[in-house]
């Protein structure tokens, strides 16, 4: 029953009158208004009941945040999950899950690989989640070197330890190998991006605040790779594999007597500028 019935049932004939009812009415009528603010306030707080406007409340209230295509629906579920998701924070299976969330809905594969030879990974098309562990193999299996011969030398000031994190975005992320090349009239102030086609720098902040969130502390993630090729950073090392100079751009070969510089960095993959 509301405040507006109520007053009315309870009060004496000679206040349900013509002026009576109305003046009761009027003050009735402010607490039924603060009831139901107070009811739409408890509800906004439950992901399955909350509306629309309150999206931006729940992803900071819960640490979730929606990826940048991910539906409402799929959304609202990882927010109801948020507990469960948050006791995975600081490990691989945290940071993978949390890499599915910004590229949602897509299933791409993606793997998180560290210096003692883990690797832990969902392949292209499985589902993530709280329930379906990341496969795990290591250590011992084959490492990335991926920067012991150039810049830095060293982990940075603070850091205990690295991981590699490597996505192969398939067509539903809207990502695609980048075409740009120098000269081909584009300029930097343009809103494109060097190779990778169809994203944004958004998407991509996105991505790396993922990481940086979900991440252990402690541990440097020194790229985010996109790879365009099955082959390449996987765990059979089959394809190119960072060789100790992929943290910077070129590296010097000798060959027949003749010392060159030459790219260390191959065109099938992107990276993205790592989180400490």
């Keep these: 029953m509301s405040f507006t019935d109520a007053v009315y049932t309870l009060s004496p004939s000679w206040w349900r009158g013509w002026a009576g009812s109305r003046f009761l009415y009027s003050i009735a009528v402010q607490l039924d208004a603060l009831t139901d603010l107070a009811a739409y306030a408890v509800r906004a707080r439950f992901p399955s009941l ?3 406007d309150a999206d931006p409340y729940l992803s900071l209230d819960r640490g979730i945040d929606r990826g940048y295509q991910e539906t409402r629906l799929s959304w609202l579920a990882r927010c109801r999950e948020w507990l469960d998701r948050w006791a995975h924070c600081g490990s691989p299976w945290g940071v993978l899950m949390a890499v599915r969330g910004v590229i949602s809905p897509s299933l791409s594969a993606v793997t998180v690989v560290t210096p003692r030879g883990t690797w832990d990974s969902y392949a292209d098309g499985v589902q993530d989640g709280i329930g379906v562990a990341p496969s795990h193999q290591g250590p011992g299996v084959q490492w990335f070197d991926w920067c012991s011969l150039s810049w830095p030398y060293s982990l940075p000031n603070g850091v205990l330890g690295r991981a590699v994190v490597v996505v192969w975005p398939d067509p539903d992320t809207g990502w695609s190998q980048g075409t740009r090349t120098w000269g081909d009239g584009s300029t930097w102030d343009d809103g494109g991006l060097w190779d990778v086609d169809g994203g944004t720098a958004a998407e991509f902040r996105s991505l790396l605040s993922a990481v940086a969130t979900w991440k252990s502390g402690g541990t440097w993630v020194p790229a985010i790779v996109l790879s365009w090729s099955s082959a390449d950073f996987s765990l059979g090392g089959v394809g190119a594999q960072p060789d100790g100079h992929y943290g910077t751009w070129s590296k010097l070969v000798t ?16 990276y993205c500028a790592g989180v400490i």
């Design 255 to 270: 060959s027949g007597g003749r010392t060159t510089r030459v790219p260390s960095r191959y065109a099938g993959a992107a």
């Design 50 to 52: 909350a509306p629309p």
